[in-house]
């Protein structure tokens, strides 16, 4: 068996231009595909190794998007919120893989455009993984809008240099190399202009994120990242989700331990019965949390 599927890319049409996607492996009738959203301002290359991995260790077909207005896909006319990205990522869904079950993984941003879409399409979206779930005070909140405020552009560059210091500081936490820290940075500022929309929108979606709605399986990965502290009150909104705390791992853990996340996420999603029941837990993991 191959370490990783080559990862393709490609285009489809949504409802505010063109979605950009990387996909690994094949749509199969019956099966369903797993699709990704990336935290902002990032792109779908958040998920390219581990799911060029996960694909490889279980044949399952994986979509990652370019969330509309970051990496290569359209922007909208206008600022958005979680609900209107949402709709924008299921028509990308369906245009790649049918209308069946899907199920769903989200980063950061993603996390709240995955619960947007299980709340709301309750019959469609199967399992959700999600990789933090904030639970924002209103302190929180106002110190996140000053902190990611849309900064003007400089001519000096101290914009981009205030966002690679920022940007370094979270990715040499979790022990990405410095090389590697550099490819991905350029990811950042593919949102160019309009980079707070993302999390503008995230910090005005719903307090609570909507868990409390989500009646699906979830399953919350609490990395040792920027919004550790602030997902830790999540399970206790979750109707049926475990939460695990993975310490030591930090922002580029799907690129540092990608087999070991593609064997935790593919333990869940491709349980039979209890998706709890044989999570492949990495040793950094601690015992999972039960919701209540």
Known sequence: MADSVPVRRLYVDGPFGQLHV???GMAEAGRPSLAC????????????????????ISGRHVLAFDTPGFGMSDAPPVA???ADYADALIAGIEACAGSGAVDLMGYHTGSMISCQLAAERAGQIRRVVLISAPVFSA??????RAEYRHRTPEADGSHILHRWQRFHHHFAAGGLPLDEI??????????????HWGHDAAFGFVPGMRLGEVTQPVLLLNPED???DHTAPAPALLQNGHMVTLDGWGHGFLDLHARESAALVESFLGASADPFG???????????VLSA
């Open 22 to 24: 990387r996909e690994a």
């Open 182 to 195: 550099n490819a991905a940075f350029p990811d950042g500022l593919l949102g160019r202009n309009i980079e």
């Open 278 to 288: 044989a999570l492949a837990l990495p040793e950094c993991a601690r015992p999972p």
């Open 80 to 82: 958005p919120g979680i």
């Open 226 to 228: 920027d919004l550790r």
């Open 139 to 144: 302190e929180d909140l106002a110190a996140m």
């Open 37 to 56: 959203f990336h935290m902002s301002p990032m792109t779908g290359r958040t998920f390219e190794r581990f799911m060029g991995v996960l694909s490889a």
